[in-house]
């Protein structure tokens, strides 16, 4: 059974500094893997989705990367920004038998960016 | 940019009663889900929707759900009798050719 991970859980850091969250999943055999922001009480925003064959996407200052083989993921975050203070969610979409495009997630890290 | 929208934003109801959640996907998608949300846990996929049935279902969802697309944009989460534990944020979701699945909202359900 699929079990994604994420570490920290919380995060907290001064404006300006770039750094990492992590995320690790249990079995390989993945689809993809997307990365998440969700903002107290609100919804996913999706920020970005690698394909299994990928080994990383980039969107602004951010940058993710997967090693399927190892089972992890990065989200590097650079020059971080009072903005970026939100809950990170990594999910992978698993092969399988049943490949209807469930996901499923890491409890994510909460980031806190300081002024 | 197309979205996925949810209504309500927030329903309160009685143990026992039912309720109805509503989705609109993005509209050329073609791969439904619901997930929820319990406060503080992770976000748990509830079900999958293609070609106007199911395609696949977790163990959280039994009898007491159930989804359907009535038409050609709604998609529906029916809980027939609300149990306290159903109180969770439930979203909807959508895929499509560039298999990133987009969220909605969410909805808040309150079981008092």
């Known amino acids: 059974k699929q079990e994604v991970t994420q570490i920290p859980a919380a995060l907290s850091v001064p404006e300006g500094e770039n750094l990492v969250l992590n995320c690790s999943f249990t079995?390989?055999?993945?689809?993809?893997l997307q990365w998440f922001r969700q903002d107290p009480g609100k919804g996913l925003t999706s920020l970005l989705l690698?394909?299994?064959?990928?080994r990383e996407q980039t969107s602004g200052r951010l940058n993710a990367s997967l090693d399927k083989s190892s089972g992890r993921s990065t989200l590097y975050i650079a020059a971080s920004q009072p903005g970026d203070s939100a809950t990170y969610l990594c999910?992978?979409?698993?092969?399988?038998?049943?490949?209807?495009?469930?996901?499923?997630f890491g409890q994510g890290t909460t980031l806190q960016v300081k002024p | 940019e197309p979205e996925v929208t949810q209504t309500p934003s927030h329903q309160v109801t009685q143990m026992g009663q039912e309720v109805i959640l509503r989705c609109v996907p993005i509209?050329?998608?073609?791969?439904f889900y619901w997930y929820r949300q319990i406060l503080g846990q992770k976000v748990e996929f509830l079900v999958s929707?293609?070609?106007?049935?199911?395609?696949?279902k977790s163990e959280i969802f039994d009898d007491q759900f159930s989804v359907e697309r009535p038409d050609g944009s709604n998609f529906t989460l029916k809980i027939r009798s609300t149990k306290l534990e159903d109180s969770a944020m439930y979203f909807c979701?959508?895929?499509?050719?560039?298999?990133?699945?987009?969220f909605g909202p969410g909805t808040r359900l309150t079981v008092t």
């Open positions: 079995d390989s055999a993945i689809y993809n």
């Open positions: 509209s050329n998608h073609l791969y």
């Open positions: 999910a992978v979409r698993p092969r399988g038998s049943s490949n209807t495009g469930k996901l499923i």
């Open positions: 979701a959508s895929i499509g050719g560039t298999y990133e699945q987009y």
């Open positions: 690698i394909q299994s064959s990928q």
């Open positions: 929707f293609y070609n106007n049935e199911i395609s696949e």
